[in-house]
Structure formats: structure tokens, C-alpha cells
């Protein structure tokens, strides 16, 4: 019975591969404008001339609709992964106390650089800094390693707004 359907997809590919043999531009691109040498944009119309053809629009509002998900999607988006740098870690009583102070500390020297509290049990931990790249949180590190020679970088969530 498997190779019925093998026999079924042939024939529909072999069909398919006819119809479109019959009309090679398949509604895309328009024979006359494919020796158009110019390259000319109408913004009026949802027409674009240049070199290879004319293209349709096939529908402005579907992609119109499209295009408004995906800024919507991409301006919801807050975290990605990145570098940042691990400048303190402590545990036992008082851990919490100990470790806003650390951060408090660091913002005195780096006002510009934000600091963030990771509780990971039974530790706090401050990392700093948002890089994308590592090669920027290893010259970033370059700099704190003077107030706080321990310090590394580690792969983590990073805030990108």
C-alpha cells in the first residue's frame, strides 16, 4: 500500500512540474518588464520595476498585519542570552545584607553600569553589565578587575532594553 502513495506524490510533482512549465512567471513577474533595464519604485501602487521584473503584491493588509505581530513581538522582548560579569558571591547569615552592599558599592565606581542580585541557594551573587559578546565583558572585566580582583565573566540572561 506504501508504494501507492509513493506512485500519487510522483504524479502530482510530475503534474505540478508541467503546470508550472506552462507559465514559468506564475503570476510574479510580468514578461515585459523582464528586459526593463530601469530601477524605478512606485509608491503609489504596490509595484516595484527594476532589472529582473515587476513583482504583485499579493495582499498589503495580510502583510501589513504581519509586519505589525512581529514589531509588537520584538519590542516585547526584554532578555536574551549574553555575558555579564561576576563581581561577588556569598552565603550564610546575613548573605542578602552582605550582597547589597557589595552592589551598592559597585555603583559608587561604576554609575553607569547596571548591577543585578542573583539569588541562586544557598549564594547571592552580584553580576554586572549587559554584553551580547564576550570579547565586551572580558574588556569590561579588564576594568573592575582593579576594584575587585576576583571578579569573571559568566554566560547568563542579560536585559537588552
Known amino acids: 500500500?506504501?508504494?501507492?502513495?509513493?506512485?500519487?506524490?510522483?504524479?502530482?510533482?510530475?503534474a505540478h512540474l508541467s503546470l508550472s512549465a506552462q507559465n514559468p512567471y506564475n503570476g510574479y513577474w510580468s514578461k515585459e518588464s523582464a528586459s526593463d533595464t530601469q530601477n524605478t519604485t512606485n509608491s503609489g501602487d504596490s509595484s516595484v520595476s527594476s532589472q529582473i521584473g515587476e513583482t504583485k503584491e499579493v495582499s498589503s493588509a495580510l502583510f501589513k498585519k504581519v509586519l505589525?505581530?512581529?514589531?509588537?513581538?520584538?519590542?516585547?522582548?526584554s532578555t536574551s542570552k549574553g555575558y555579564r560579569v561576576?563581581?561577588?558571591?556569598v552565603s550564610g547569615p546575613d548573605s542578602k545584607a552582605k550582597a547589597y552592599k557589595k552592589k551598592d558599592e559597585f555603583e559608587t565606581y561604576f554609575s553607569d553600569t547596571k548591577a543585578h542580585l542573583v539569588s541562586a541557594m544557598p549564594y547571592f551573587k552580584i553580576r554586572v553589565?549587559?554584553?551580547?559578546?564576550?570579547?565586551a565583558a572580558l574588556g569590561f572585566l579588564?576594568?573592575?578587575k582593579a576594584y575587585?580582583?576576583?571578579a569573571f565573566v559568566v554566560y547568563d540572561q542579560i536585559s537588552i532594553k
Not at 1 to 14: A, D, H, K, T, Y
Not at 68 to 77: E, G, R
Not at 129 to 135: A, E, H, N, Q, S
Open 1 to 14: 500500500m506504501n508504494w501507492v502513495w509513493r506512485i500519487i506524490g510522483l504524479w502530482m510533482c510530475v
Open 68 to 77: 505589525a505581530y512581529k514589531k509588537n513581538w520584538n519590542d516585547s522582548i
Open 86 to 89: 561576576q563581581i561577588y558571591a
Open 129 to 135: 553589565g549587559d554584553f551580547k559578546t564576550r570579547l
Open 142 to 144: 579588564e576594568q573592575v
Open 148 to 150: 575587585y580582583p576576583n
